[in-house]
């Protein structure tokens, strides 16, 4: 019975879409406006050559029935913050799985206090994975000055910068896979009543297979909840 929204459908949100889909999550709504490219295919299941061009948004939907047809998949072909307020209100869980801080932070704000975000995100061999739920800590409480700072780059899928030179690697099949099954267990969680990571921070490194797990203070002065 839950309704979910996922926004980004990247590498990391079509593995949340999946996962979600298997476990038969009934109301699912996936936010994406980007159009597939051939990078995009060794590292998205659901994608194939002939989609190259197609919404991601749409194929997700179609490949979504496939694997489990009672589940009700609808898409929002717009940038987050097109969507009005009153989108934010009718779901009961929201994944984040973007590709930049700008969005991510939105995503946040619109959230708290309305229903649990589980944000991640993954850079090469480095994820991490984040829960709220009011009146935990939220995104921002994690933030330093440095993340404001570099909070407006984005990145494409195949590892360009968009705004401004900076290296990074292209998004890796093996860490968004990780990546999304941490925060769809996480979703289970919460959804059956029982103990999850929220006001915690999940950071993953690849290169030495190693899971750290940080407690978030709940910042003073936060722009999304004062106390």
Known sequence: KARVVVVGAGALGIEVVKNLAQLGVGHLTVVDFDEIVLANLNRC??????????????????????????????????????????FFSSFDYAFGCLDNQSTRLHLNAQCYGRMPLIDGGTTGFYGKMQVVRSPSSCVECSLSKRDYALQWKKYSCV??????????????????????????????????????????YVYYDGTKATLLVFEVAKRKNCPVHEF
């Open 45 to 86: 299941v659901f994608f194939t050559e002939s989609d190259v061009g197609a919404f991601k948004a749409d194929v997700i939907a179609r490949e979504v029935k496939k694997i489990n047809p009672s589940v009700d998949v609808s898409v929002e072909k717009k940038r987050l913050e097109e969507l009005p307020e009153s």
């Open 159 to 200: 590892g360009e910068v968009i705004d401004f030179l900076d290296p990074k690697m292209p998004a890796l099949s093996t860490t968004t896979s990780l990546i999304a099954a941490l925060q769809v267990n996480e979703f289970v969680k919460l959804a059956h009543g029982m103990q999850s990571l929220e006001g915690k």
